[in-house]
């Protein structure tokens, strides 16, 4: 029985994000403006079999695979909309599954620290991220969620409302985890996209 953690439709990755994303893609890259699909599913192998139709259906591109033994994550994108939807609804119909079944998104974390000092910013920096640095007396947001892939929606979302810089954005595992920063205003608002963003996650 394959269980359908997390499904999210993303219409047009955020450049941050994208360039994020690019870091860690084992596949074909995608670029700020692509449509992107998430797919998260337990076990881990089911995974092979969902990207294996989802190719031949579809002209989408495979940017990510991530295959553990409990979880499996695929990212599909490509510049046309109804592409990666068409493949969404192709995986759906696969796992013979409606978009509603998917895992409710769960917020393990969310906090802001503001103000934050040089020592605490040196230690982030130097730390195993993959997106841009923070600088001291910015504000912080973290957000922690479950499943894991709900994050990536989630700093797309933030990207879109505020004038943000993407830390870090890890969604592979049991949680997902995302790390950014600016200043408190735009913080503020960036915090309030993500949580909503959370609370509502797209779908196709």
């Given at each position: 029985?394959?269980?359908?953690?997390?499904?999210?439709?993303?219409?047009?990755?955020?450049p941050?994000l994208?360039?994020?994303?690019?870091?860690?893609?084992?596949?074909?890259?995608?670029?700020?403006?692509?449509?992107?699909?998430?797919?998260?599913?337990?076990?881990?192998?089911?995974?092979?079999?969902?990207?294996?139709?989802?190719?031949?259906?579809?002209?989408?591109?495979?940017?990510?695979?991530?295959?553990?033994?409990?979880?499996?994550?695929?990212?599909?994108?490509?510049?046309?909309?109804?592409?990666?939807?068409?493949?969404?609804?192709?995986?759906?119909?696969?796992?013979?599954?409606?978009?509603?079944?998917?895992?409710?998104?769960?917020?393990?974390?969310?906090?802001?620290?503001?103000?934050?000092?040089?020592?605490?910013t040196?230690?982030?920096?130097?730390?195993?991220?993959?997106?841009?640095?923070?600088?001291?007396?910015?504000?912080?947001?973290?957000?922690?969620?479950?499943?894991?892939?709900?994050?990536?929606?989630?700093?797309?979302?933030?990207?879109?409302?505020?004038?943000?810089?993407?830390?870090?954005?890890?969604?592979?595992?049991?949680?997902?985890?995302?790390?950014?920063?600016?200043?408190?205003?735009?913080?503020?608002?960036?915090?309030?996209?993500?949580?909503a963003?959370?609370?509502?996650?797209?779908?196709?």
């Amino acid at each position: 029985m394959i269980q359908l953690r997390t499904y999210v439709y993303i219409d047009s990755l955020q450049p941050q994000l994208a360039e994020y994303m690019a870091t860690v893609s084992q596949g074909f890259l995608p670029i700020p403006g692509d449509s992107c699909l998430w797919v998260e599913v337990s076990p881990g192998m089911a995974v092979h079999r969902l990207t294996d139709v989802a190719l031949k259906a579809t002209r989408v591109r495979l940017a990510q695979q991530v295959i553990e033994r409990e979880y499996g994550s695929l990212v599909l994108h490509h510049p046309d909309q109804s592409d990666v939807q068409e493949a969404g609804h192709t995986l759906l119909h696969r796992l013979s599954a409606q978009e509603a079944e998917r895992q409710t998104c769960q917020v393990a974390w969310s906090e802001i620290i503001r103000g934050m000092t040089p020592d605490h910013t040196v230690l982030i920096n130097r730390q195993d991220r993959r997106g841009s640095m923070i600088l001291p007396e910015q504000s912080m947001y973290i957000l922690e969620t479950e499943p894991a892939g709900y994050i990536v929606y989630a700093a797309n979302q933030a990207e879109k409302a505020a004038n943000i810089t993407l830390i870090d954005v890890r969604a592979v595992g049991a949680f997902g985890r995302l790390t950014l920063a600016g200043s408190e205003a735009d913080v503020d608002e960036a915090a309030a996209a993500a949580m909503a963003a959370v609370e509502r996650p797209a779908g196709t």
